[in-house]
């Protein structure tokens, strides 16, 4: 296998662990989103501290990158919280897909922190997702509203944590990363657990220890891709996850998207693949 197909292959296996965490994290029931996110992080701690253990790897990073792992830690654990909560209150498909326009955002903060330039058709791009957006968000200014608003706002807390990672990424390993950002999360949200803590079933633990493995598959999927290919090679194939929700979803929850949503999903996916031909013509 090429590096590219390599690339590709696993950054589909992150697809897919991501679409499963998402259905295990539904299946789990009426639980706190707090509680939810606390058991998906205390899963990718011990992972990721096996890894690092392996690799005899640094837990903590170097002191010059711990502030910005303390800032990347906190964007990300604010949109794991809106995500997980927009998960729980509105169509899979539909909080999966709204979730995807991080990589719009990604754009956005490159611009205003890395000084990267903005270019005419990735500025074209960001608008038409936008209006993708609408479709799915069907705006009527309802409390039905509030879990698609949800998931909008973890896509930004996503595409400014993504910006940060950008920076990391040849300063930091991954595990040494992705350990920080758990550790951070669980130590962070430990007052709230206990607090909003409600009782389990075996049923329900199984469900949020699944969805904590799976998403483990799924962060170090993506991780080891862009290891093999970069971004704009392979970033389109991340769009699977819709793919995967829906079916699941479908046959899990007998759940389907409305024509609306299905017609937001390809105007972002047809954003997205425009700028993936554009990229590819600039390699």
């Known amino acids: ?31 706190p989103t707090i509680q939810k996110v606390f058991f998906r992080n205390i899963m990718t ?96 200014f309802q409390i039905e509203i509030i879990p698609y608003i949800a998931a909008i706002f973890s896509a930004i807390f996503a595409g400014a944590s993504y910006t940060l990672l950008r920076y990391l990424g040849d300063k930091e390993k991954f595990f040494t990363i992705t350990f920080f950002f758990s550790l951070f999360s669980v130590v962070t949200l430990f007052p709230f657990f206990i607090y909003y803590f409600e009782p389990m079933t075996t049923t329900q633990l199984i469900y949020l220890l699944l969805a904590g493995t799976f998403a483990s598959i799924g962060q170090y999927g993506i991780t080891i891709a862009y290891r093999y290919a970069p971004a704009r090679e392979i970033s389109i194939f991340n769009y699977l996850n819709v793919v995967f929700v829906t079916i699941i979803s479908f046959f899990v929850f007998t759940e389907l998207p409305d024509i609306y949503s299905f017609i937001g999903y390809f105007i972002i996916f047809g954003s997205s693949f425009y700028i993936f031909c554009k990229t590819q013509k600039e390699v």
């Open 1 to 31: 296998m090429s590096n590219k197909l390599k690339g590709i292959t696993f950054i589909i296996i992150s697809a897919f662990g991501f679409a499963v965490m998402s259905i295990f994290i539904r299946l789990s029931g009426d639980l």
């Open 45 to 140: 701690i011990f992972f990721s501290a096996g890894l690092i253990i392996y690799f005899k790897g640094t837990f903590f990073g170097t002191r010059g990158n711990r502030s910005l792992l303390l800032y990347r830690s906190g964007l990300g654990l604010s949109g794991m919280v809106l995500y997980f909560y927009a998960i729980d209150n509105s169509v899979l498909a539909d909080a999966n897909m709204l979730n995807k326009i991080s990589t719009f955002f990604l754009i956005l903060f490159s611009f205003v922190f890395l000084k990267e330039r903005i270019k005419r058709y990735q500025t074209i791009s960001i608008i038409v997702a936008f209006i993708g957006t609408l479709f799915i968000i069907k705006p009527a």
